[in-house]
């Protein structure tokens, strides 16, 4: 199918090489943040997330990292393989907006085997 | 467990004319979302249901959008009359509560206005 982010910032690696993607969010009261996955054709997929008590969160393969201080969340990949090749999104959510998730504007992660 | 489901996944129409969306959640998940997505920009919250009733509209056009899940499962969006601007793919997704935070998505169904 058509490609999700044409036009979204990228980030190219080696396979086997780790990744880091950035997002700056935007309400320092947002109090949970979410990463997606999102590859070409398919709605977003979650990956991890992490909420405003922690500063970091392991998960398999990924890491979190949460800082208030300058409103900054980051995803890290380690040993990044060809299937991780997507766009990723970061999403915050702010306790007394229901569940109202905001998006951010997404980053393309191309894998080069 | 089978995951959101939506259809058609594409849908091609012209300016003025009419096209509805249809969206099943994931079995149980009393809350259901309609996002829009521009090409190369992040989901844009459409509208939030608990259960039956909307618990959140404000960023749907209401005058051109619609939106309904009158017995609390499956849901449909509809657009009437569409525009150019309106091209985009539009992604169902539930979570078991309202204040589940994560939140499952559908495949999406990609529209495009001519």
């Known amino acids: 199918g058509e490609s999700v982010g044409l036009h979204l910032p990228t980030l190219s690696v080696q396979e086997g090489d780790n990744s880091i993607i950035n997002c700056a969010y935007s309400?320092?009261?947002?109090?949970?943040f979410i990463w997606y996955k999102q590859e070409s054709g398919k709605g977003p997929q979650f990956i991890i997330d992490?909420?405003?008590?922690?500063d970091k969160r392991q998960g398999q393969r990924v890491t979190v990292l949460l800082n208030k201080t300058v409103k900054h969340l980051s995803l890290q990949i380690a040993a990044t393989q060809p299937g991780d090749s997507a766009v990723y999104f970061c999403a915050e959510k702010t306790g007394n907006a229901g569940n109202m998730l905001t998006f951010g504007g997404g980053t393309r992660l191309m894998v080069k085997p | 467990e089978a995951g959101v489901a939506q259809s058609p996944r594409y849908k091609i129409i012209e300016k003025r004319q009419s096209v509805a969306f249809w969206c099943n959640p994931i079995?149980?998940?009393?809350?259901l979302y309609w996002y829009q997505q521009i090409l190369g920009q992040g989901p844009k919250l459409l509208i939030q249901?608990?259960?039956?009733?909307?618990?959140?509209d404000s960023q749907l056009p209401k005058d051109r959008f619609s939106a309904e899940r009158l017995k609390g499962v499956d849901s449909t969006l509809k657009i009437q009359p569409a525009k150019l601007e309106d091209s985009a793919v539009y992604l169902c997704?539930?979570?078991?509560?309202?204040?589940?935070?994560?939140?499952?998505f559908g495949p999406g169904t990609r529209l495009t206005v001519l």
């Open positions: 992490i909420r405003s008590n922690m």
């Open positions: 079995s149980g998940h009393a809350t």
């Open positions: 997704a539930s979570s078991p509560t309202r204040s589940t935070d994560t939140q499952y």
């Open positions: 309400n320092s009261a947002s109090d949970y």
């Open positions: 249901f608990q259960n039956n009733g909307v618990v959140d």
